[in-house]
């Protein structure tokens, strides 16, 4: 089994499902150690790029043409530290999966991607309670089941339970980067919003997998 565009466009569109669910509670988190804007900044730059898509004339060739047109719409709508770095994240996963499909390899090779260009960004490390803590356990799980044999369906539910579990893992973190910086020791007992998000958005891509 391999993913093809068809599931790029389906995370593209769970990815924006699940923004706007989460919405308030994005907002309610990064209120508690930001500026509360986390859920707004991402409603408004998925919802840019879900109109992208539709206003497509022909349907994107590649999942690296998906993943681009998703890095470039989120670094011109979303502003604020999450645009670049989400940015960033989508365009270097966009060069990783340049083809029309993906295997298991292909979806470790795309995460690490990501999350390299998270950390070329944002130059944070593990446990500063950042997204890099949702998308280094997401990556790492995903290279381990890929070698133990898994098919990029499962590859991806790996990454998703992992950065469940990293991002639920960034509540009792001193923020030593980004805005929750500013609070020192008070950004302790709180998730990070964008560890949050990028659960989300690993969770949506697991799920466009699903048959
Ligand atoms: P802003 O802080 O500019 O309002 P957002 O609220 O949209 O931007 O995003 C905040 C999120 O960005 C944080 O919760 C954190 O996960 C992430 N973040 C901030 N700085 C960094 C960084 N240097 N590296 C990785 N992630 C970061
Ligand atoms: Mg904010
Ligand atoms: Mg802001």
């Not at 466009?9 to 989460?22: I, M």
């Not at 004339?57 to 670049?84: C, F, R």
């Not at 960033?88 to 390899?105: C, E, F, I, Q, V």
């Not at 998703?160 to 020192?184: D, F, H, I, N, Q």
């Amino acid at each position: 089994m391999t993913l093809d565009v068809a599931w790029a466009v389906g995370w593209v569109r769970a990815s924006a499902a699940a923004v706007l669910e989460h919405r308030d509670e994005l907002v309610e988190l990064d209120r508690q150690i930001g500026d509360g804007d986390h859920g707004e900044n991402l409603k408004r730059g998925f919802t840019a790029v879900v109109a992208k898509l539709d206003a497509l004339e022909e349907p994107p060739a590649t999942i690296g043409d998906v993943l681009k047109l998703v890095a470039t719409t989120l670094m011109s709508t979303v502003g604020g530290a999450a645009g670049p770095l989400y940015g960033t994240a989508y365009l270097r996963a966009a060069k990783a999966a340049a083809g029309p499909t993906l295997d298991s390899a292909g979806v470790v090779a795309l995460l690490e991607a990501g999350l390299d260009g998270i950390v070329a960004r944002g130059k944070a490390t593990t446990g500063e309670k950042t997204m890099v803590d949702a998308w280094s356990p997401a990556a790492e799980a995903a290279a381990k089941a890929a070698a133990d044999g898994a098919g990029p369906r499962e590859v991806l539910r790996a990454a998703a339970e992992a950065a469940a579990r990293g991002a639920g893992s960034t509540a009792p973190l001193v923020a030593t980067k980004g805005r929750a910086s500013y609070l020192g020791e008070r950004s302790a007992g709180h998730l990070d919003p964008g560890a949050r998000s990028s659960q989300l958005l690993l969770e949506a891509a697991a799920a466009a997998a699903e048959p």
